[in-house]
């Protein structure tokens, strides 16, 4: 791929730096992590599976956390809320990647959807297995969150299927269900390292019921969006 391709220059060599000045900062900065990816041999696959990397990284800490010392479980509870934004990051740049690198391939949607799906379930599902030993039913709600989140991409999936243009909004999309998390594992760091354990696993807790009551009325809202589109055909 050539480079000024991705810079947005005329490849024939003019180099429009009108337009990129008047670009929005954040496009700029965006197309200046592309051109860095791509010197790297970055490819938007790879990046669509390292965000499964990083939510096994958070699913894993989430689940270890409150067995361990405070000083331990404040680490690993900040590792945790770290690794969920960088699955969300690598979940925006593979299509950064995928469109200003012009490397879309035929199989993209499948690589661009099926990782974040995976990285869903690593993530509540290792939550609720972390709370288990203070709620009994810390693994259910885990299960919960997570196929109530998976529930949002299949409604939108199913939407795209009915041949109508793709809704990726709702009460908790999946910045959303990850930005809950994170925060709530920023604050589970904070009590447990003044001694509060349990107070943590409430907000953890707390946050995943959120989650999962936001991923269940976006799902229901998302379906009758769907068939009220249809029927209105």
């Known amino acids: 791929m050539d480079k000024r391709a991705i810079e947005g220059q005329d490849p024939h ?3 429009d730096a009108g ?13 200046a992590v592309v051109v860095w990816l791509r010197a790297r ?31 331990s479980a404040a680490a690993l509870l900040v590792i945790a809320a770290v690794a969920m934004q960088a699955r969300l990051a690598s979940s925006r740049l593979d299509g950064l990647l995928a469109t200003y690198a012009r490397l879309r391939g035929r199989a993209g ?20 297995y972390g709370l288990a030993p203070t709620f009994a039913w810390g693994v259910d ?4 969150a997570a196929l109530l989140a998976l529930s949002t991409a299949y409604v939108r999936v199913l939407g795209v299927a009915c041949g109508l243009p ?5 009460l908790m999309p999946r910045r ?14 904070v009590l447990v390292g003044v001694g509060e354990t349990r107070l943590a ?9 959120l989650v999962a009551t936001g991923a269940a009325v976006t799902a229901a809202l998302r379906l009758r969006a769907i068939v009220h589109r249809l029927e209105a055909r």
Do not use: C, H, K, Q
């Open 201 to 209: 696993a409430w907000a953890l807790a707390v946050a995943t019921a």
């Open 19 to 31: 337009v990129d000045a008047a670009r929005p900062w954040r496009e700029r900065w965006s197309r």
């Open 176 to 189: 959303r269900r990850m930005a809950v998390m994170s925060v709530a594992a920023l604050i589970a760091a």
């Open 109 to 128: 949607e499948v690589y661009n959807d099926a990782p974040d799906r995976a990285a869903d379930a690593l993530v509540f599902v290792g939550l609720g």
């Open 41 to 71: 041999g970055a490819t938007p696959n790879r990046l669509s599976w390292s965000s499964v990397v990083f939510a096994m990284v958070a699913g894993l800490s989430l689940m270890l956390a409150l067995r361990e010392p405070p000083a």
């Open 13 to 15: 060599g003019a180099n």
């Open 166 to 170: 793709e809704r990726a909004d709702g």
């Open 141 to 144: 709600l885990g299960w919960a």
